[in-house]
């Protein structure tokens, strides 16, 4: 009997279509690395370093292998040697020599019959160290800025100079230089890294958490000598990425060689405070914007240097002026970027890592020209747009970012708000800010390799390159192979993150659907051509499904393939695919510039005896190109306009001078909106293709969501008291007294 759902109309995907993972997710029945519990498996757990410089002179694990059910310790004297493998977030690696490099480092690991004999041993370790002078800061009175263009590749990392920045600086009519700060942050996922390794027959499986899982396989096949064919790397479901799950972890080496060494399934998993020195992190940046506009409002002049803190041992690079430069149309640009080494970790992506920080100063700054001239905020946008990328002269594959600021005030009521500071007021007496601001993020992709098979009994298997990391690119993938062959979503059963699915490209920088998509509605199309062309006369039929035709065809399967890569790739760029390393393109192709776009209305709420802010009501409009699943699109933006709430007003990773490391290293302390901090937060896209980029007219969303949440904030403080505030997180402080 036919399956009766099995028509095109009645499974054409809603444009909200639920989420595919949702109804496993709230069940419980999503299992994550950590969750694994297969027969025989050991526990594992770290010891960190108590100094933030210098080296182990001694380590006493006698105490700790007393412990009943210790397996092995392992420490730089007994792990042997491995090679650092190239793949990680950090060039060092723990436990290969006696350096200590930063605080909480990991001096050992042990490995024990259960998790609660591991922790107990791993307190037993005792480690005697020669501590050396250590910088813990970017502000450290030693710390020594290095200037990008001097230490990096270049052109790579050269100054994005255009015009004669400083020359408009003299005789200009109007100036604005300005500093801001931001602080070290750390991402901290639902999801905590954890590892599982475990060798058959020479061939070692990892389950971990990871954007990368072919970095990861190459990785440590490199660090551990062994063919990349020998190692497996699964992670179909992360909760939550961010950028800290987007490399080779510095533990994850450690984890297969004691299952190597001792023959068993070993499990890592870290707690919420190894987090914060096993894995990157925000770096601290300082910002300084000059500005120079003319007295009919038109910005001349751009100049946005930027310190970003590195670790000691990488050079972890600045791009934040990769945005601020596009974000108008200046025709005198400068960016200059330096890098301050201290002892930490290597910082690393967190995100919008440097989008976000960027966006925060320049477009306060903006907010602070247009007060100089006059100007309302939004207008002095609009009438600063720019027409082409003022960096390489090149068009934008689109551009909709006007469109986002007027979309965005209509539906926020900007025309009924006050220009003058501390003139709004709320009934109860609370002062009322509206500020916006405007963000974008480079429109990436990467090389991926889709195949579709669709089977007798309805079933439909996707592989392609890709991570959930709850984004949605599951459902993303579901809903447009769903609508190709006029199959129902649910059958629709999609590998993410398997090595041996399809290669598995690093997925970040937001280009996970613009990669994903694109070869997965070309494979489904395939498949449909090929069944139709099968058919021949009955395949006219309009609500055909490619179930219908296959049956017809009385084949057992269909399947199709394709590869696809980003504009201007060579055919070569397939083999850094398959060698897990970064292939991606953009935002500069040979024809033109990729960027989305963003705009934040945001109004705040301060109290005015104490000062408590609060963010009622949010209004974002992006412009992402085509929204390939409506539905987790906007819950994209949302939690961005979350997070920018957190990076504004809560987050900031304390570091105590005299020690190093990172002291709130918990959920308690690290402080992050709650739900009661969240209001209305209403979402909005320009919804144009941009079939430039690729087929599917998609671009990225999930960092842009973010970038500039935290100025439109500080602007919206700014108009409700009248206080410019250049240092984030704002605090209460800052808004009592003058
Ligand atoms: Mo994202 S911060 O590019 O993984």
Excluded at 324 to 339: C, D, I, K, M, Q
Aim: aromatic content about 6%.
């Amino acid at each position: 009997m036919a399956n009766p759902t099995i028509t095109t109309k009645k499974n054409t995907p809603r444009a909200g279509a639920e989420r595919v993972d949702a109804h496993d997710k709230v069940r419980g029945a999503t299992r994550y690395a950590a969750d694994d519990a297969r027969p025989g498996l050991l526990h594992a757990a770290l010891v960190p370093s108590r100094i933030a410089r210098g080296t182990v002179t001694r380590i006493d694990t006698s105490a700790a292998l007393r412990v009943r059910g210790v397996r092995t310790v392992l420490t730089h004297e007994n792990v042997g040697s491995f090679d650092s493998g190239g793949f990680g977030f950090q060039s060092f690696y723990p436990l290969r020599s006696t350096q200590i490099a930063y605080r909480g480092q990991s001096v050992a690991m042990v490995v024990a019959d259960t998790l609660e004999a591991a922790r107990e041993a791993a307190g037993l370790v005792v480690v005697a160290y020669d501590a050396t002078p250590f910088v813990a800061t970017l502000d450290a009175p030693d710390a020594e800025p290095l200037t990008q263009t001097a230490v990096l590749p270049q052109p790579m990392f050269a100054d994005r100079r255009v015009g004669d920045p400083e020359g408009a600086l003299a005789g200009a009519a109007v100036t604005v230089d300005l500093r801001y700060t931001l602080p070290a942050q750390h991402q901290n996922p639902m999801e905590i890294i954890a590892t599982v390794a475990e060798w058959n027959d020479g061939v070692l499986t990892i389950r971990e958490p990871t954007q990368n899982a072919e970095g990861v396989r190459h990785g440590l096949a490199t660090q551990l000598g062994i063919e990349p064919a020998k190692v497996r790397v699964l992670s179909p479901t992360l909760g939550g990425g961010f950028g800290q799950k987007n490399s080779l972890q510095s533990h994850t080496a450690l984890v297969a060689i004691a299952a190597r060494t001792l023959q068993r399934p070993v499990k890592l998993v870290m707690t919420r405070a190894q987090l914060f020195h096993n894995a990157s992190f925000r770096p601290a940046s300082r910002h300084r914007v000059r500005l120079v506009a003319d007295r009919n409002g038109r910005l001349l002049s751009a100049i946005h240097e930027i310190d970003q803190q590195t670790s000691r041992h990488d050079l972890f690079p600045s791009l934040g002026t990769e945005i601020t430069s596009r974000l108008y149309g200046v025709g005198n640009f400068l960016g200059r970027e330096r890098l301050v080494r201290t002892d930490v970790q290597t910082p690393g992506y967190m995100r919008a890592p440097f989008e976000h920080p960027a966006a925060f100063a320049f477009e306060s700054a903006i907010d602070e020209m247009a007060y100089a001239l006059d100007r309302d905020p939004v207008a002095f946008r609009l009438a600063n747009d720019a027409t082409v990328d003022p960096l390489t002269g090149k068009p934008f594959s689109s551009r909709h970012v006007a469109e986002c600021l007027v979309k965005g005030s209509e539906t926020f009521g900007w025309a009924r708000r006050t220009m003058a500071p501390s003139s709004m007021r709320a009934p109860d007496g609370s002062l009322i800010g509206w500020g916006v601001a405007i963000g974008t993020y480079k429109a990436a992709m990467a090389p991926a390799i889709a195949t579709v098979r669709l089977n007798t009994n309805g079933t439909v298997r996707v592989a392609v390159g890709g991570h959930e990391m709850g984004q949605g690119m599951r459902t993303a993938i579901a809903v447009t192979v769903a609508r190709a062959l006029g199959a129902p979503v649910a059958a629709v059963e999609i590998l993410l993150g398997d090595t041996r699915a399809a290669p598995q490209h690093l997925t970040a920088g937001s280009w996970g659907t613009a990669t994903a998509l694109p070869p997965v509605l070309e494979a489904s199309q395939r498949l449909m051509d090929d069944l139709r062309q099968n058919a021949g006369s009955t395949a006219g039929e309009s609500g055909v499904t490619a179930l219908a035709l296959l049956r017809a065809s009385g084949r057992p399967f269909a399947e199709a393939e394709s590869r696809r890569r980003a504009p201007g790739q060579p055919e070569q760029v397939f083999g850094r695919l398959t060698g897990g390393l970064p292939a991606a393109a953009g935002p500069v192709y040979p024809d033109f510039v990729g960027f989305s776009f963003i705009a934040h209305f945001v109004e705040v709420r301060i109290e005015p005896t104490t000062r408590r802010i609060r963010v009622p009501r949010v209004v974002s409009v992006a412009d992402c190109g085509a929204v390939a699943s409506p539905r987790t699109a906007r819950s994209q933006v949302e939690g961005g306009v979350v997070w920018g709430i957190g990076v504004a007003l809560r987050e900031v990773s304390e570091v105590d001078a005299r020690y190093g490391g990172f002291l709130n290293a918990d959920l308690a302390e690290y402080v992050m909106p709650v739900a009661a901090d969240i209001g209305r937060i209403e979402v909005d896209f320009v919804g144009k293709p941009d079939t430039r980029l690729n087929a599917m007219g998609v671009k990225g969303l999930g960092e842009v969501a973010m970038v500039g949440v935290a100025p439109a904030i500080v602007n919206a403080v700014f108009h409700a008291t009248g206080k410019r505030l250049r240092r984030l997180p704002v605090m209460l402080e800052d808004l009592i007294g003058d």
